[in-house]
């Protein structure tokens, strides 16, 4: 199918941008790389009188690390991101993310600003942005405000921006050296999105003369209508000592608590025992490899 009849404008700046939205509220549609908003078009599930390119408003194209905190403008590109020595210096966790995206083809055209406003429950990046507590600025004629990632997903393609917002930029919480990390996730096809993904960072704290679990943060996609936190693991195994029957009893916790939603590709039942067994592999991934920057300290 081909879109409805649009008109279309390629924002120069971002007082414009935004005078535009303000202007044209539930009439205009922004697009930043178009790999989610144009299926939505050509099958007609929008039909937005205007659409606003922010393609051009190369401020929002930047990546910086400053005063503790990482900063990525909203058209930055994945695989700009995948290939940043920024990233891959303070954030290894994204370009091993990113890589999981699609297609190179859709990376090299979409935007993390364009994938976090879409809020597909089973993309990456959304799932990515709970796990390390980002926050985001969101941005109108009039004012500028920051949500955290906790607060922007509301549901399936359901966030907290106004019509007239845009988001700009993402800024992050430059994490600890000591961070051990680990991400995986299940599709059917390499490509595809996946059934379920689960994004694991913790760090190894001597507690009593015995390895612990500090700062244990776990994020899972696919098994909600936004990406999950799981709170109450994280409360179950923060400051208990690593082992096998701690992740055990982490796991069945999980599957006690999951609550997804059957669809096209798997039942819930099947979503559960994906996700939980999913989470003792990165689980034991993380500890691995936070185990690595401990002993990294211990020698230094
Ligand atoms: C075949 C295929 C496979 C895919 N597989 C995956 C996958 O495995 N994982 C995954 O995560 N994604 C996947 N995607 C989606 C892809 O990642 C998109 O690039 C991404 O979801 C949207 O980014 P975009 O820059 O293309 O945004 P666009 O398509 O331009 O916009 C998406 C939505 O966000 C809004 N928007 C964009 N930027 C802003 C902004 N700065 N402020 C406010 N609103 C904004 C638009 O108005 C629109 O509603 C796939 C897409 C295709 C076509």
Redesign the pocket.
């Known amino acids: 199918m081909k879109p409805n009849r649009f008109q279309y404008i390629a924002a120069e700046t971002i007082p414009e941008a935004l005078r535009l939205l303000h202007t044209h509220q539930q009439d205009v ?11 939505m078009l050509n099958y007609r599930v929008l039909s937005p009188q205007y659409l606003i390119d ?1 393609g051009r408003l190369l401020e929002l194209d930047s990546i910086s690390v400053n005063a503790g905190v990482i900063e990525i403008g ?2 930055t590109r994945y695989v700009t991101m995948e290939n940043s020595p920024v990233i891959q210096q303070y954030l290894p966790i994204m370009p091993e993310v990113i890589r ?4 190179l083809t ?1 990376r090299n ?3 993390i ?3 976090l ?2 809020a ?1 429950p ?4 959304p799932m990515l942005m709970r796990l390390l507590d980002a926050q985001f600025e969101l941005r109108s004629e009039h004012e500028s405000r920051m949500v955290s990632a906790h607060d922007f997903f509301l549901g399936p393609l359901h966030t907290n ?1 106004n019509h007239h ?4 930029k993402v800024v992050i919480k430059v994490p600890s050296p000591q961070m051990g990390w680990a991400f995986e996730e299940f599709a059917r096809r390499s ?4 059934l379920a993904a689960v994004g694991i960072t913790v760090e190894v704290k001597q507690v009593s003369g015995k390895n612990s679990a500090h700062q244990l943060k776990i994020a899972m996609m696919g098994v909600g209508d936004t990406p999950l936190r799981l709170s109450s693991i994280e409360t179950l195994m923060n400051g208990q000592e690593f082992s096998d029957d701690l992740v055990a009893r982490a796991k069945d916790q999980i599957l006690q608590e999951l609550d997804p939603r059957p669809d096209l590709q798997s039942s819930a039942a099947f979503k559960k025992h994906l996700a939980s067994n999913i989470f003792s592999r990165v689980m034991h991934q993380a500890w691995d490899n936070a185990m690595v920057h401990h002993s990294g300290r211990a020698e230094s």
């Not at 549609?29 to 299926?39: E, N, R, T």
Request: charged share 15%; glycine share 14%.
């Open positions: 549609k922004i697009i930043a790389g178009g790999q989610s908003l144009m299926p922010i909203a058209i999981h995206i699609a297609h859709i055209r979409g935007t600003g364009g994938s406003s879409h597909d089973a993309s990456e990046m921006l917002e845009l988001l700009t490509g595809d999105y996946a």
